[in-house]
């Protein structure tokens, strides 16, 4: 397969219009990719609470709209990132859009573990409940967002669920970048998954973006790494490659804790 992070920078002088039409026109320039991933948030910004209610939209509203066609267009399965979901009987959600090649709604993720303990995302925003994966002609993905990456009882339940490879759209700041490639690794040795994990670029209200798009392999190892700055990070990797680690050191099998029956 081949993958293409699209690493946009979040500038808080562009328009969001503006912005959801350069990110359309990336992922159309991704034809020939079979995947292609947005990060968390990029409309808005991730750290940009105070816009995150005039920016919210119904889940198929102008972005839902311009990545489905974007999709389409591209021929590509794209991870739209995520957008501020108003729902119009419930509070606002954190919800990524996954499409497929022909533009349709393959899932969406609403995000489970929201940041900011007592402020921010943590009050503004409704947590989700379910988790997600989706059925790829090569692989199935596992849906994660952004804080998610630091709660591995989500990602257990992901590869319980049959995901394969872990997508992750991420606003994350440059002040924990460290964290955030050594939780990208851990949860990829840990489940012996793939890990494709997407941040944005620029600043998020004043909050500097870690940027360093990753795509890790079931062994942990960093199989390709973006910088900075706003970029397109493109990898092929071999979804085999799970199952075929998970049959050479099968340590999922010797799990314990967590299991329902314990197991004896």
């Known amino acids: 397969m081949r993958a293409s992070l699209i690493q946009i920078a979040v500038d808080e002088g562009e328009p969001v219009e503006s912005r959801r039409r350069r ?3 990336l992922v159309r320039e991704q034809a020939g990719a079979d995947l292609v991933v947005l990060p968390e948030l990029w409309t808005t910004g991730a750290f940009a609470f105070d816009r995150f209610a ?12 311009a990545m489905a066609k ?15 979901e ?3 009987e419930g509070p606002l959600y954190n919800t990524s859009l996954l499409f497929t090649p022909s533009g349709e709604l393959a899932a969406a993720y609403r995000k489970i573990h929201r940041f900011g303990f007592d402020k921010g995302e943590a009050v503004l925003m409704g947590a989700g409940r379910e988790l997600v994966t989706a059925r790829l002609p090569d692989t199935t993905l596992g849906l994660a967002t952004c804080y998610d990456l630091r709660f591995p009882e989500l990602f257990r339940g992901l590869v319980d669920a049959g995901a394969q490879t872990l997508v992750l759209c991420a606003g994350w700041p440059e002040r924990r970048r460290e964290h955030w490639t050594l939780l990208a690794r851990a949860r990829a040795v840990e489940d012996q998954a793939f890990v494709l994990a997407c941040g944005t670029a620029g600043t998020h209200a004043g ?4 940027g360093h798009s990753i795509v890790v392999d079931p062994w942990g190892e960093v199989l390709a790494e973006a910088g900075a700055d706003e970029e397109v990070l493109t990898v092929d990797f071999d979804p ?14 010797d799990r314990v804790l967590g299991l329902d029956p314990p197991r004896r």
């Open 23 to 25: 990110a359309a026109a």
């Open 54 to 65: 005039a920016e919210a939209e119904p889940l198929e509203g102008p972005t839902y709209e």
């Open 70 to 84: 974007a999709a389409s267009d591209a021929g590509v399965w794209l991870h739209a990132g995520s957008i501020p």
């Open 86 to 88: 108003r729902d119009p």
């Open 207 to 210: 909050v500097p973006q870690a």
């Open 240 to 253: 085999a490659r799970t199952g075929a680690t998970r049959e050479q050191f099968p340590a999922l099998k």
